[in-house]
Nanobody
Framework: VQLQASGGGLVQAGGSLRLSCAAS???????????MGWFRQAPGKEREFVAA????????YYADSVKGRFTVSRDNAENTVYLQMNSLKPEDTAVYYC?????????????????WGQGTEVTVSS
C-alpha cells in the first residue's frame, strides 16, 4: 500500500486548504476494510490524531481541536481521501500525514496505522 499526500501550503489565519491522499498498491482492492486517518506533527511535538474515516464510508471521527472546522471525505473513483480544512488557525501549523489502518474501527493512536504517506506541510500565518 502506497499513500501520497499533497495539498499543503502557506495560508493566512481564517483561510482554507484541502489536503489529498492518493492510495494505491496491490492490496488496494481490500481498502474497503481500511480506516483512513490524518495526523499532524508540529515542530517539537508528538504526532497527533486529526481525523479518520472508514474507507467504506459511514463512520468518521475528529479530534476536538478540529471538530467543526475540518472534514474528511473520500472519492472512490480516484482512490483518494481528502481533508478539507477551514477556519485555519496558527496552531494548525504542522506537517500533515495520511495513514491507513487495516481495521474495522477507528483508532486514534499513530501506532495502530500500518501505512503512511510522506507528509505535506501546512503553515498558517497570523
Amino acid at each position: 500500500v502506497q499513500l501520497q499526500a499533497s495539498g499543503g501550503g502557506l495560508v493566512q489565519a481564517g483561510g482554507s486548504l484541502r489536503l489529498s491522499c492518493a492510495a494505491s498498491g496491490r492490496t488496494f482492492s481490500i481498502f474497503s476494510r481500511y480506516v483512513m486517518g490524518w495526523f499532524r506533527q508540529a515542530p517539537g511535538k508528538e504526532r497527533e490524531f486529526v481525523a479518520a474515516m472508514m474507507w467504506s464510508g459511514g463512520s468518521s471521527y475528529y479530534a476536538d481541536s478540529v471538530k467543526g472546522r475540518f472534514t474528511v471525505s473520500r472519492d472512490n473513483a480516484e482512490n483518494t481521501v481528502y481533508l478539507q480544512m477551514n477556519s485555519l488557525k496558527p496552531e494548525d501549523t504542522a506537517v500533515y500525514y495520511c495513514a491507513a489502518d487495516p481495521n474495522s474501527y477507528i483508532e486514534t493512536s499513530p501506532a495502530e496505522y500500518d501505512y503512511w504517506g510522506q507528509g505535506t506541510e501546512v503553515t498558517v500565518s497570523s
